[in-house]
């Protein structure tokens, strides 16, 4: 009898047979793989998916990989992973027709407009208010640290619809036009020099009543299909074994450290080891995770391999640095204000890379927000004092 690897991989051996990889431009062969369900091989058919396990998308994403087709992902990183899994919960089929094809191959990119200066880790206290107008809704207010807002066709916004009800409960989704008129996106760089995110402005922008996304007073569940999905797209990739940061860990090793015995060389052979077996644990954690996940939203497990991420990605790109002696403190940038394609959340020159990786604990949830959530949701310990919970959200005291 076949396995499900390989019903999958004959499945995706056969696509990539009619559209090689080499000789196939990138948009389209990404259509075609939307078109033949492995796409997001677990969402329903006709929604770029074939109705399969998480665990069969996993494998579609590995066979992918090994014959070098195109990904979705590193352009698009917040459309495929967060946009996409909130409009196929939450859309209508209006909405899913529209949207995900073009979401896939990357022809429009995709923002995530939760985060204000206000709300980040408390994101359901936001402020951007959106009022109904005939069939419009006017959306005004500032959004921050918006990744890609810059190269984005349309954003994914959380608004305050009713400020008379408890912060969760007056909030709607929406899907805003990012060329809109009342618009306005400005660069925020970072520590590596880069802009990869934005602050974003809403100046009485007119979004129709046809691009809210869910219920009015709806936004909260929607958000959390997001986050959820968020938490799993960032830390609960299984890369190949020994890819990635702790790959460029151990090449920097045997060029730099391999034919040396001292006691110092022995001593960080051990501290290389030890970061080795760390990653290890933390790509087979998420293989299992991947592996029992049943399709529909990802469960609180995602704050283990989000906080997981953040920790090893920190140390192993700290542990390449020191490995580079002298040179690992050369990061070559004289700062030129770039505003970069994609969001370089995994990898590069290892001296960037160390920089870039201080933002993997705040990204998509702080680490002290994911223990939080694993000793509330995962552990059941008892919750924090939420004072604000009944109270409507006018009435809270804010700065
Ligand atoms: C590189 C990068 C990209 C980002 N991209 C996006 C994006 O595309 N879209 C978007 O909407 N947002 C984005 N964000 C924003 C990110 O989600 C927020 O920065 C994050 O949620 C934290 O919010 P904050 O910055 O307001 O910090 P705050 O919430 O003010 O937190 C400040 C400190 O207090 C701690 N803290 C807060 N509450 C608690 C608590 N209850 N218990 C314990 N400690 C607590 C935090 O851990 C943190 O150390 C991005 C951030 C970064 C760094």
Redesign the pocket.
């Known amino acids: 009898m076949a396995t499900i690897d390989t019903t999958i991989d004959d499945l995706v051996d056969s696509f990539v047979a009619q559209f090689p990889p080499r000789s196939t431009d990138p948009i389209t062969f990404l259509g075609a793989q939307f078109d033949a369900g492995l796409a997001w091989a677990h969402f329903p058919l006709g929604e770029g998916g074939l109705g399969a396990t998480p665990a069969e998308h996993q494998r579609v994403l590995e066979r992918m990989a090994q014959l070098r087709a195109p990904s979705a992902d590193g352009r698009n990183v917040?459309g495929y992973g967060m946009v996409a899994p909130t409009l196929v919960a939450h859309g209508t089929a209006q909405q899913k027709q529209r949207f995900l094809r073009p979401l896939f191959t990357g022809e429009e990119i995709w923002?995530?407009?939760?985060?204000e200066p206000g709300?980040?880790?408390?994101?359901a206290a936001l402020a951007t208010r959106a009022e109904l107008d005939g069939d419009e809704w006017i959306v005004t207010g500032q959004?921050v640290?918006?990744?890609l807002a810059h190269e984005a066709a349309f954003g994914l916004i959380v608004a305050r619809t009713n400020p008379d009800v408890t912060k969760h409960q007056g909030l709607t989704a929406f899907l805003v036009d990012m060329h809109a008129p009342g618009v306005e996106v400005r660069p925020l760089y970072?520590a590596t020099g880069e802009a990869?995110?934005n602050e974003c402005f809403f100046h009485e922008v007119r979004i129709p009543d046809g691009q809210r996304l869910g219920g009015v007073g709806e936004g909260w569940p929607v958000s959390i299909t997001t986050l959820m999905n968020e938490r799993v797209s960032i830390g609960g990739t299984v890369p190949a074994r020994g890819s990635g940061l702790i790959g460029e860990a151990l090449k920097i090793f045997v060029a730099r450290w391999s034919g040396r015995r001292d006691a110092h060389a022995l001593a960080v052979r051990a501290e290389l080891m030890q970061s080795w077996v760390r990653n290890e644990v933390a790509r087979l954690t998420n293989w299992r995770a991947s592996d029992l996940r049943k399709a529909g939203t990802p469960g609180p497990e995602g704050a283990v391999a989000k906080l997981a991420f953040a920790e090893e990605n920190q140390r192993t790109s700290e542990l390449c640095v020191d490995l580079m002696g002298a040179e690992g403190m050369l990061y070559g940038s004289d700062y030129p204000h770039v505003r970069p394609k994609e969001a370089a959340m995994r990898g590069g020159d290892m001296r960037k890379a160390f920089i870039r990786m201080r933002?993997n604990s705040?990204?998509?949830?702080?680490?002290?927000?994911m223990r939080?959530i694993i000793g509330e949701r995962v552990l059941g310990l008892p919750g924090?004092p939420r004072s604000d919970k009944d109270v409507a959200w006018k009435d809270v005291p804010r700065s």
Do not use: H, P, R
Not at 119 to 123: I, L, M, N, R
């Open positions: 917040i923002c995530q407009l939760f985060s709300a980040g880790s408390d994101f959004k640290w918006t990744t970072q990869e995110f933002a705040i990204e998509g949830g702080t680490s002290e927000v939080n924090e």
